[in-house]
């Protein structure tokens, strides 16, 4: 799968080992361009984005933050079996400063909505969201209770949705793969993270009222209330 | 639709036990409602009762606190289900209130405190005033919620139909998204010409007040106590847990958990779903051992229904739950590793046996984790071909040699004995005081386990131990995990080489069973303690009431008590050993 990309580069890497799985080395050690016979085998010749994007998917370090049953799924996913740290994934970080993926596994409740707001809003960019399992993406089987959000999306902009309740680890390997997927399709001169002005968007934590309040729709609320 | 369905004229259980009414004249009366056992107890005398039954009855182990709604009747019912730590049949209690506002009942958590906790859910979901609670404050929802939700005239903010399944969907089919009948197009409802603009919100300051309410001691040198929250997010609290600690210097001079983070509202859903439907549900309590959280729910069902299970299926029930048993343990025994310290390699040894034991599952019941097995009256489809042989080889031949290795491991580690022995120790009558369930209990030396105290399905027929430590610290906490995979491997080993041929359910499988009023509480040792769902059915296609009778939720009441006096870094610790899952915490 190549992507158009916006200008070339001359990057010099040496590689060492076994290093640089998802890069096709035979595509990069054969380019366009003419390389020095006594070079060959030494400098590749990419473009910055996909140096860029290569590294940043091998490395996406989710948060280390589980809400419910999806995330037992998701310490499975970690573990030997399916073994997440094939993907450099596998540094689940407690902290959101230090985290690249938020993966929402479980039931978000009225309750915990300022927390995951405010969460959102401590990770810096670039961050990417994947709503895992049925209760993230839309509510779920618990999606009638007075105390669930009918999905994440409705505070915080989703990337991947996972379906299943639980998703199996191999369906949550899917969606960190679409993730991956995303990261590559990016591109350093569009990157919002890297224009002018804020580098991320906050949004506003909601409240806890008689009933979860979001900020955004207090005009609505009002209105609403006094029809 | 089904009809309602006449009460069985049998079970006039409140026969059983002593005979309060005899021994408690004009204040205690026997329960004599169709369907339904126990004794009604005069409100004002409520505090007697409890004090005669704990200390002359010997009835010291309050299990469950649950409360009613009877709109129709109005008034409030408070329900008490008390065993005896020494083995036995339970008594049950109950008290009845008004229906005014707000409905007061005296509390019982001076005589047991163990109820601390669930009459503050009481409070929270069904509006019960308990007189002389110590701290009675919302508990899963949050301060400043409109409403206490499980009251029958309490509507949620998707509210269609009293009970499913809804008219608009079934049978025609038609697809209605629950935000369409909302005018917020969303899962909230508030208060009519609500204006959020011009309010503040408080839902905090409770709880630091709750917090500060504790006996300063004065020696030595007057240093400042900072508050510090742990949770909702921490790696430490195994989900969406929160603690709220008062520290002098490292030393917690209070505590409070902060729960209702994952508060799924399974009571409210129960209560609208049919019987049947509820069954997946109970899966996502204790998403760990979803597998007992089946059985506890069809025994109660069953008791209702008055049926029994066919004989394969019994031995089938017995397999299953005692696999998750393992599983669950073993996942403790990782997660509490972590807490130590021992980032992650452990939980790997762990998961690894895990797996295979949810590879049975997934073969049995087409889910890894939320399998939805059980079904009243037996399971929903046989063992498929080659899964008993599955079941052998870990049972006779993987798992006992894996659990050794893993002991070996972690039993004669010098850091985890140094960490673990002597810290948060929790002494034998404060575990039954708390009411404690399961390997908390027991590891505090009270040989307690319902399997052999109060036998349920068939296991009678096995031959295990009920294990014990005598020392109620971290490490036999930790320790008695060991001790009871053992066990259930044993009773597993047992269980195969005895499965019967035959059908594996009694009844054909239906989609609306037929229960007659009355009442049922089935209880079963989950791998967390004991499990119990308690049901109040009017004849009606669905459950009156609803109400899980969570160990893990419980067994925080102890939480506090155990960890005051200690260093910060082992509140991590001694929580990570009670064991808690968020699902079933917070329900």
Redesign the interface.
Known sequence: MRRRCTKSYLVQTHFIGKSGVNVDLDNLNSPKYNIPPEMQGQVAITSLDRIYNWGRRSSVWPL??????C???M??T????YDLARFGMEIMR?SPRQSDLMIIA??V?K??MP?IVR?YNQMPEPKYVLAMGACASG?G??????????GVD?YIPVDVYVPG??P?PQALLNGLMKVQEKIDGESIKKARWYQKGPDQVEIPVP???????DPR??D???N???? | MTTPVPAPTVPPASAGGPDLSARFPGVVSADTRPGCSGWIVEKDSLLEVATKLRDDLGYDYLSSVTGVDYLPEDKMEVVYHAYKTTGGAGIVFKVQAPRHDPVEVPSLVSIYPGAELQEREAWDLLGIKFIGHPDLRRI???E???GH?LRKDWH???FEEESKPFKSRWPDGQIVQ??SQN??N????????????H?T?D?ESALYDALRTYQKEEIGLDTDHIIVNIG????STH??FRVAVVLDGETIVSLKPVM??????HE??GE?NTYIMNM??TD?LD??ASMSNNFGYALAVEKLMSIQPAERAEYIRVIMAELTRISNHL?LIGTLLNDLGAY?TP??YA??E??LI?DIFEAVAGS???CNYFRFGGVARDLPDGTLQKIKDIAFERLPRKIDELDRFVSENEIVRSRCIGQGILTADDAIKYSTAGPLLRASGIPYDVRRADPYSIYERFEFEVCTRPNGDLYDRLMIRFDEIRQSIRIIQQAVKQVPEGPVTSMKPIYQVRVPPGEAYGRVEGPKGELGFYLVSNGKPNPWRYHVRAPSFINLTAFGPMCIGLKIADLVAILGSIDIV??EVDR
């Open positions: 280390m933050f589980g809400l419910a049953c995330a037992i799924e310490i499975c970690a573990a030997s079996r407690a479980g039931t409740t309750k915990m927390a969460l509510g089987p618990f999606k009638e209770g007075y105390n669930v959000v009918s409705r309740c639980p199996t409240m806890l009222g008689p009933d979860l309040i729709k207090v609505l609320i009002t609403n209330g006094k029809a | 899963l929802m949050w400043g919620f409109a939700p949620e903010a998707y629950a935000e005018r917020f969303d899962n909230i409802a508030y208060p009519p010409r609500f204006d959020p603009a309010q919100f839902t909702p997010q921490h790696p989900g969406v209702g983070y994952l508060h799924r509202n409210k859903i609208r997946p549900y996502r998403y760990l996942f992650f939980m790997l998961l690894e895990r797996e949810l890894r984790m939320m968020l699902g």
